[in-house]
């Protein structure tokens, strides 16, 4: 009972007997600009859309500043140090996401409280399901990586009166779910300020770096259809999973339109634009394996010298004829191949 009286003697004293509005910055020298510590914990992908070009993610956010005029000594309120408010009292910052799509509601009518210190630290925590535009490559499905952004900042304040930053330089991770389809790689941030016509802006830029989990696509779409084309592909992960080898057992029956969708999909895969390829093939396809190379080198580098990590992956001579049999091809040959930059 004694905390709630000292509650509602605070309150008045902060809201009602003192003239405090939330229409204006809470500094007492308007030369002051206000910092705005933003602070986002990306809780969850929810949807990245491939065709409309926007990625949705749950995020709790968390904004800190100093209100010059919610101070007090809580000797004069039995020791009391917080309290809570709902967001119609304080002024608030009106930070939002300049990307965001969705219509956006100003919070203010909120039923997510506000945390008022005696020192005159304002924390607001609230969560936040942000629809973000993003520009998808999908050049390189299923390994795709995108690169999406979020910007926040004051919708109408130039810098001078609120400057927005982000302490940590980077998404908080710590309560990530993963997600089934999409691998989290990079969260960092960014602050910014940026020149107008208007003016000079405080903005935080997050960086948000996701990779497509291929295995799905891999197993159900990749693989199957290498299998029901009828030629005799093999795709050999020998001792490290990370290294590509792809080993083509005679090349004479492999189409051109087969073979060069294998090598594009396998230079982008776990070590992009690198492949090792061993081709094997009878007396009569000498003058095959020349087509193949002078196609190959329009997109990709050939080289003859293989690097020592992956030398060590490949089988050898004796390996090959236990395992397809003596007869079955007269010459082999590897490549390190990698995309042209």
């Known amino acids: 009972m004694l905390c709630l009286e000292s509650s509602r003697k605070l309150f008045k004293a902060l809201f009602e007997d003192s003239g405090y509005t939330y229409a204006v910055r809470p500094v007492k020298d308007y030369r002051n600009s206000v910092n705005v510590s933003v602070e986002l914990v990306i809780n969850q992908i929810v949807a990245v859309d491939i065709v409309g070009g926007q990625l949705t993610v749950l995020y709790w956010q968390r904004?800190?500043?100093?209100?010059?005029?919610?101070?007090?000594?809580?000797?004069?309120?039995?020791?009391?140090?917080?309290?809570?408010?709902?967001?119609?009292?304080p002024w608030l910052p009106?930070?939002?996401?300049?990307?965001?799509?969705?219509?956006?509601?100003?919070?203010?009518?909120?039923?997510?409280?506000?945390?008022?210190?005696y020192d005159g630290v304002v924390q607001w925590n609230?969560?936040?399901?942000?629809?973000?535009?993003?520009?998808?490559?999908?050049?390189?499905?299923?390994?795709?990586?995108?690169?999406?952004?979020?910007?926040?900042?004051?919708w109408s304040s130039v810098a001078s009166e609120i400057q927005v930053y982000n302490p940590s330089g980077a998404l908080d991770t710590d309560s990530y779910i993963m997600n089934g389809e999409w691998e989290l790689k990079d969260v960092s941030s960014t602050n910014l300020d940026y020149k107008t016509e208007d003016g000079t802006f405080s903005l935080i830029h997050f960086n948000i770096q996701i990779k497509r989990r291929s295995t799905y696509y891999d197993m159900h779409l990749v693989y199957p259809t290498f299998l029901v084309s009828g030629e005799e592909i093999e795709l050999v992960k020998r001792k490290c999973i990370d290294a590509n080898i792809l080993i083509i057992n005679c090349i004479m029956n492999v189409k051109d339109a087969v073979l060069f969708d294998v090598f594009d999909w396998f230079?982008?895969?776990?070590?992009?634009?690198?492949?090792?390829?061993?081709?094997?093939?009878?007396?009569?396809?000498?003058?095959?394996?020349?087509?193949?190379?002078?196609?190959?080198?329009?997109?990709?580098?050939?080289?003859?010298?293989?690097?020592?990590?992956?030398?060590?992956?490949?089988?050898?001579?004796?390996?090959?004829?236990?395992?397809?049999?003596?007869?079955?091809?007269?010459?082999?040959?590897?490549?390190?191949?990698?995309?042209?930059?």
């Open 267 to 341: 230079s982008m895969g776990k070590q992009p634009g690198m492949l090792v390829i061993g081709l094997f093939y009878p007396c009569d396809g000498v003058e095959r394996l020349a087509e193949i190379k002078k196609k190959l080198v329009e997109k990709f580098d050939i080289f003859n010298s293989i690097p020592a990590f992956y030398r060590e992956l490949l089988p050898s001579e004796k390996e090959l004829y236990a395992e397809y049999g003596v007869g079955t091809f007269h010459f082999y040959e590897y490549w390190y191949v990698t995309r042209k930059q």
């Open 94 to 117: 009106g930070i939002v996401v300049f990307n965001n799509v969705q219509s956006m509601d100003y919070v203010r009518e909120s039923h997510l409280t506000v945390g008022l210190r």
């Open 126 to 154: 609230l969560p936040a399901i942000y629809v973000t535009t993003c520009f998808i490559h999908i050049r390189y499905f299923p390994y795709d990586q995108q690169e999406c952004s979020i910007d926040i900042g004051p």
């Open 63 to 89: 904004l800190s500043w100093v209100d010059e005029y919610l101070t007090w000594d809580p000797a004069d309120y039995d020791g009391l140090d917080q309290i809570q408010v709902t967001p119609e009292y």
